[in-house]
């Protein structure tokens, strides 16, 4: 016989998605429940009829609010040692700290530390899926799935493919592409919680004969999703232009290669032409907000508003280590400041849902992860909303729970993850 387990606290669900219908498809329940069995959430409502059941442990989170886990949907994960690296656009900042970090990444013992360190600082940081590039290595690709195979996470990658405009360590070819990413992807995708990404990393470093590989592996394997980034910034707009002078747009050296679909997300889509939103939105592709990368090396600024009433599918992401955070917390408050500057106040229930049920819905999860639902799987976290002093003083003048909850997601860090769980087991 399965054990039950009870968990206790505040509980925030969605019966909609607050972007679109405002903050009243949120439904907080200040004495809430979960009952979790065989790593499955089974049951969520009102502490007082649920705890009259029969448990083999209870756990009661006091005034902590349970939440999914986060989902972080577009991030570097061998970028992790090399976070917060000072002053440099886009181009320069890969050339003078990502390829070099990334050239360490063919030795699989570096890769492994690097994958286990990463996965560890996210848990800390209430993160409990990611999406990942890895490098050109297979040994990366497998050393991050293995790392989180042995946390139970449910994870997502690719091998990063370049064939052009990286340095030779760092480049494959249009056929090794093909081969190790489909090598890859048979042994990885949909073994225990991975799944495989196809994973061209921008334009400017694949060839047509490349970008054509990927298409035709992505029409073999179309359950699959295809990572990339598109228009982050206006310089690299201007270098995809030249490097692909009969293209309509950037979206179109994509689009022409077979690497357009609704199982595409493509990060950062900052600078869109309206002919390249018309196509996003009507392939279903998802769109991946990285907000602090965005300011860090200072990109521009999405348009979330302008998009999601469009009807684009919107994710959330840090986009280590050109996020300057690991911290999905400073995500959606950079989100809000973003907004902000385009005129637009996020709600915190609409940043939440971003860090949860969006990123679920970006990356095709949304009927196993993001929600505090039965059916779901058990990845929650139990948020502290008064974890420094500073936040604490804050909270404490709340009116309702949306007053409490905003200090923590503008000045929130690990120390208001309480608790982290992976399917219903606790990590930290």
Known sequence: MSKRHLHLGQTLTFTADPLVEGPGAARHDRHGALVIEDGVITEVGDAEALRRGDFSSTTDHGQALLLPGFIDAH?????????????????????TYTFPEEMRFGDPGYAAEIAGRYLDLLLAQGTTTVCSYCTIHPASVDAFFEAAAARGMRVLAGKTCMDRNAPEGLRDTAQSAYDDSKALLTRWHGKGRASYVITPRFSPTSTPEQLSALGALWAEHPDCLMQTHLSEQTDEIAWVKSLFPQARDYLDTYEAHGLLGANGLYGHAIHLEPREKDRLRETGAALIHCPTSNTFIGSGLFDMDGLTRAGHRVGLATDTGGGSSFSMLRSMAAAYEVAQLRGRALHPAELIWLATTGSARALRLDNRIGSLAPGMEADFIALDLASTPAIAQRSARAKDLWEALFPTIMMGDDRAIAATYVAGRRVV
């Open 75 to 95: 991030a570097h994960y061998p970028q992790t040692a090399m976070i917060a690296s000072w002053g440099k656009r886009l181009i320069d900042w890969l050339n």
